[in-house]
């Protein structure tokens, strides 16, 4: 496995209150993105970094905020939480810019109560 | 807007049948095109891409522009491929920007 962890790996939290999910990696590679996996969606971006400090919105940001302060760090935030969260997440990392091989995390458990 | 359908929520097939797994894609431009699965208890990982060309553990996709379609198929089918494959693809206009399918839970028995 590429050197892609998340932490935590299960959360349960109540309506309202604020989460933070973390992947972290070992790999140095420019490119980190945040999925959600829901049953019959398959997997949706919600957003994606290609650089420090650069971000950009995928397909299912609504509710959500992202941050990277250091290559190996990207921190998804639900600001308020809602039961509509409840999904299990993934970090992918890619080296290249052009439409390259994903590398992917573990997994976050989350349940919004 | 790019969509990815694979219409087959699970595929059952007796181990040594052949096998496919459909995925159609709706597109502007020329998208790259993606297999990736996902066994019990493992991380999600890419199993081909188009543009390699490779086959890889006895799969290949072929591209069929005309039906956009990148359907994944395996001449004999063996217990351990048992596991759930996701079509994907990357946006033309942002590689960034990938779009999967719902999934295919493919059930290889003995």
């Known amino acids: 496995d590429a050197g892609i962890t998340q932490s935590p790996r299960h959360k349960v939290t109540e309506t309202g209150t604020p989460v933070t999910l973390r992947c972290h990696q070992t790999e140095n590679h420019r490119y980190m993105y945040w999925y959600r996996q829901d049953p019959g969606h398959g997997l949706r971006l919600i957003h994606y970094s290609y650089g420090v400090k650069d971000t950009d919105k995928g397909e299912v940001s609504d509710g959500y905020s992202v941050s990277r302060s250091k290559t190996e760090d990207f921190l998804l935030t639900l600001e308020s939480a809602t039961s509509s969260q409840t999904s299990v997440y993934f970090c992918?990392?890619?080296?290249?810019?052009?439409?390259?091989?994903?590398?992917f995390g573990p997994g976050t458990r989350l349940t919004v109560l | 807007a790019q969509r990815v359908t694979q219409p087959e929520k699970l595929l059952s097939v007796f181990k040594g049948a052949p096998v496919e797994l459909k995925c159609n894609y709706s597109?502007?431009?020329?998208?790259?095109l993606f297999w990736y699965v996902q066994y019990s208890r493992q991380r999600l990982q890419l199993l081909l891409r188009?543009?390699s060309r490779e086959s890889i553990k006895g799969f290949t996709a072929d591209l069929n522009k005309g039906e956009t379609s990148f359907h994944l198929k395996k001449p004999f089918a063996q217990e351990e491929d048992s596991a759930m494959y996701y079509c994907a693809l990357s946006d033309p206009y942002n590689f960034n920007k990938f779009y999967f399918g719902s999934g295919t839970k493919l059930n290889v028995k003995p």
């Open positions: 188009h543009i």
């Open positions: 597109y502007s431009g020329s998208p790259e």
């Open positions: 992918a990392i890619s080296e290249d810019s052009g439409p390259d091989t994903q590398y």
